[in-house]
């Protein structure tokens, strides 16, 4: 049975750092893709980062592009999201992802394209 464990989440200041791990219960090179997701209350769940598990390629979502970075350590089965200059809007609940396929014509951040999820790790940045 898959599994995907989030760790990390906590209560920041904004500007303040946080770095997420998402343990997974495979190998992580028995996955095309792992990304990581976020949903604030009252809005649709939103891709922020991908990384392929074979060449390590990454993708970021606009809003996160430049603060957010996306690695992986498959020695470790983990990937971690580090996320810096966090900001009060970033609040959400984090969800980490993945896909044993390679799915050309779906979107890298779009949440159909993936089989397997955690439970998510709140992240909340207020003063």
């Known amino acids: 049975q898959v599994q995907l464990v989030e760790s990390g989440g906590g209560l920041v200041q904004p500007g303040e750092s946080l770095r997420l791990s998402c343990a997974t219960s495979r190998s992580t090179l028995h996955y095309s893709a792992i990304a990581w997701f976020r949903q604030a209350p009252g809005k649709e769940r939103e891709g922020v980062s991908f990384?392929?598990?074979?060449?390590?390629?990454?993708y970021y979502a606009d809003s996160v592009k430049a603060r957010f970075t996306i690695s992986r350590d498959n020695a470790k089965n983990t990937v971690y999201l580090q996320m810096n200059s966090l900001k009060p809007e970033d609040t959400a609940v984090y969800y980490c992802?993945?896909?044993?396929?390679?799915?050309?014509?779906?979107?890298?951040?779009?949440?159909?394209?993936?089989?397997?999820w955690g439970q998510g790790t709140q992240v909340t940045v207020s003063s």
């Open positions: 992802a993945a896909d044993r396929f390679f799915r050309p014509g779906i979107p890298t951040l779009a949440a159909r394209r993936y089989e397997y």
């Open positions: 990384i392929s598990s074979h060449t390590g390629s990454t």
